[in-house]
Nanobody
Framework: VQLQASGGGLVQAGDSLRLSCAASRAASNNAMGWFRQASGKEREFVASISWRGDSTISADSVKGRFTISRDGAKNTIYLQMDSLKPEDTAVYYC?????????????????WGQGTQVTVSS
């Protein structure tokens, strides 16, 4: 399974960004998710979506601001990030789950993209 994440950048607090992650067809029946890792910190769950896109979960820190979605025809997931805060600064990674519903535990994800940097200035 190959993953290609894009959409990161440098923005100001309060701005929006949309991340994209395109997966190879082999991932079409698997859940997918977004994680992030800030400098000097551990990897953190952000959001995940089931293989059909009918179930999503998000971390409390991003609820109401970030929205995960999925385009099954393109095998692509998106992370719409609104009202960005400086504490959202991190490298964001997309991942493919080991099953159709994979949740928030990083151990439930088998394949990882290369990461895209998001920097939010105050």
């Amino acid at each position: 399974v190959q993953l290609q994440a894009s959409g990161g950048g440098l923005v100001q607090a309060g701005d929006s960004l949309r991340l994209s992650c395109a997966a190879s067809r082999a991932a079409s029946n698997n859940a997918m998710g977004w994680f992030r890792q800030a400098s000097g910190k551990e990897r953190e769950f952000v959001a995940s979506i089931s293989w059909r896109g009918d179930s999503t979960i998000s971390a409390d820190s991003v609820k109401g601001r970030f929205t995960i979605s999925r385009d099954g025809a393109k095998n692509t997931i998106y992370l719409q990030m609104d009202s960005l805060k400086p504490e959202d600064t991190a490298v964001y990674y997309c991942a493919v789950g080991r099953s159709s519903y994979s949740g928030s535990d990083f151990r439930a994800y088998a394949y990882w993209g290369q990461g895209t940097q998001v920097t939010v200035s105050s």
